[in-house]
């Protein structure tokens, strides 16, 4: 196991180091001077430019000027934003928990509504329920994130006009910035009509989740289906019925965690394709997280900010994934070609 923990730590940090050099790269393959795209600041004058010079060691080579960066971005100093000059390692920490807390809350949605329907479809493997699980689960997959978005848009916002079509909450209610985390920051708040506000942010909630739930609960519904179906046609199975136990008895006391546990890593490798996914939501909800931070950043060229938001997503993805593998590894301590075998 220990082994097993530095091996994965080992490729934690290569792979971070890698993102690094590729974020350090992009300065240099950006338009306009280095110095600007690194530090966000068009306006310098001669000895701030200088001092940002050997700041940055850019007059050192390549690689002394990357250790510096490296320097630099452990300790928080990203730079600034070219369009609002705000510290670009602030403007992430105030918009990644927006995007977090949307794919949290789809994650979740996703997991309650794909198992059940999963382990249903699987129990009734090629009868009518079956079928009919798989082909929604078909038309929820194939459908394009950013069209459903606006088609729920179309449909519960604009014909329907019962829920909100962006924003996380109304602009009448002002909510102390605490944890990032919407619902969170309301419950601690000492405001007025906490569950009026409540109400008017799970509103505006729940449209961006709904179209984040559809897609990723089709896969779930599938990697579920399909691990129950192998399960329940092993040799083991077939020996529990060979006693005399029940179809129910058989599923629950044999069945349930067999088929579960092998899929767990799968099901949470999702938050990450989910977390982008969110991205592209943001954007057609106004959802004030990193991904429509990162899209004006393209709109207007902001360089600067371009770049720290790719090291930021990218590297958040890089250690949920790999902390998720070490988590499943220590709950099920199976080798990698026992629990590929057994999906």
Same mark, same amino acid.
């Given at each position: 196991m220990f082994v097993y923990l530095g091996r994965r730590l080992n490729l934690l940090f290569i792979t971070l180091l890698i993102l690094c050099i590729a974020s350090y790269t992009l300065a240099f393959l950006f338009p306009g001077d280095p110095l600007t795209n690194l530090s966000g600041n068009p306006t310098a004058s001669d000895d701030?430019?200088?001092?940002?010079?050997?700041?940055?060691?850019?007059?050192?080579?390549?690689i002394a000027g990357f250790w510096q960066y490296l320097k630099?971005?452990?300790?928080?100093?990203?730079?600034?934003?070219?369009?609002?000059? /705000?510290?670009?390692? @602030? +403007?992430?920490?105030?918009?990644?928990? !927006?995007?977090?807390?949307?794919?949290?809350y789809a994650m979740a949605v996703s997991l309650l509504i794909g198992i059940p329907l999963g382990i249903v479809a699987g129990l009734n493997h090629r009868r009518y329920t079956d079928m009919g699980i798989l082909s929604v689960s078909l038309i929820g997959f194939s459908m394009p994130v950013f069209w459903l978005a606006l088609l729920l848009i179309l449909v519960f916002a604009l014909q329907w006009g019962g829920l909100p079509m962006s924003g996380r909450v109304s602009l009448i209610y002002d909510i102390p910035h605490q944890t990032g985390f919407m619902l969170v920051d309301i419950l601690r708040a000492d405001i007025a009509n906490k569950q009026?506000?409540?109400?008017?942010?799970?509103?505006?909630?729940?449209?961006?989740?709904l179209a984040l739930s559809i897609v990723t609960s089709s896969l779930v519904i599938r990697l579920t289906r399909?691990?129950?179906? /192998?399960?329940?046609? @092993? +040799?083991?199975?077939?020996?529990?019925? !060979?006693?005399?136990?029940?179809r129910t008895q058989v599923f629950w006391h044999h069945g349930m965690k067999n088929a579960l546990l092998p899929i767990m890593p799968q099901l949470a490798m999702q938050f990450t394709v989910l977390l982008t996914?969110?991205?592209?939501?943001?954007?057609?909800?106004?959802?004030?997280?990193?991904?429509?931070?990162?899209?004006?950043?393209?709109?207007?060229?902001?360089?600067?900010?371009?770049r720290g938001g790719m090291l930021a997503v990218s590297a958040l993805v890089v250690i949920v994934t790999i902390g998720v593998d070490l988590l499943i590894r220590m709950i099920y301590p199976l080798s990698k070609k026992q629990l590929h075998a057994q999906v």
């Amino acid at each position: 196991m220990f082994v097993y923990l530095g091996r994965r730590l080992n490729l934690l940090f290569i792979t971070l180091l890698i993102l690094c050099i590729a974020s350090y790269t992009l300065a240099f393959l950006f338009p306009g001077d280095p110095l600007t795209n690194l530090s966000g600041n068009p306006t310098a004058s001669d000895d701030q430019t200088q001092q940002l010079r050997m700041m940055y060691a850019l007059d050192n080579g390549y690689i002394a000027g990357f250790w510096q960066y490296l320097k630099l971005t452990l300790s928080g100093e990203w730079g600034l934003s070219l369009t609002s000059q /705000n510290p670009i390692f @602030s +403007d992430i920490c105030q918009f990644l928990p !927006a995007s977090l807390e949307l794919s949290l809350y789809a994650m979740a949605v996703s997991l309650l509504i794909g198992i059940p329907l999963g382990i249903v479809a699987g129990l009734n493997h090629r009868r009518y329920t079956d079928m009919g699980i798989l082909s929604v689960s078909l038309i929820g997959f194939s459908m394009p994130v950013f069209w459903l978005a606006l088609l729920l848009i179309l449909v519960f916002a604009l014909q329907w006009g019962g829920l909100p079509m962006s924003g996380r909450v109304s602009l009448i209610y002002d909510i102390p910035h605490q944890t990032g985390f919407m619902l969170v920051d309301i419950l601690r708040a000492d405001i007025a009509n906490k569950q009026q506000v409540l109400m008017d942010a799970l509103h505006h909630l729940f449209l961006p989740t709904l179209a984040l739930s559809i897609v990723t609960s089709s896969l779930v519904i599938r990697l579920t289906r399909r691990s129950v179906i /192998n399960v329940m046609g @092993s +040799d083991y199975i077939k020996a529990a019925y !060979a006693k005399g136990l029940s179809r129910t008895q058989v599923f629950w006391h044999h069945g349930m965690k067999n088929a579960l546990l092998p899929i767990m890593p799968q099901l949470a490798m999702q938050f990450t394709v989910l977390l982008t996914n969110a991205m592209i939501v943001e954007v057609i909800f106004s959802w004030p997280g990193i991904g429509e931070w990162m899209i004006q950043a393209i709109y207007q060229r902001d360089f600067p900010a371009i770049r720290g938001g790719m090291l930021a997503v990218s590297a958040l993805v890089v250690i949920v994934t790999i902390g998720v593998d070490l988590l499943i590894r220590m709950i099920y301590p199976l080798s990698k070609k026992q629990l590929h075998a057994q999906v």
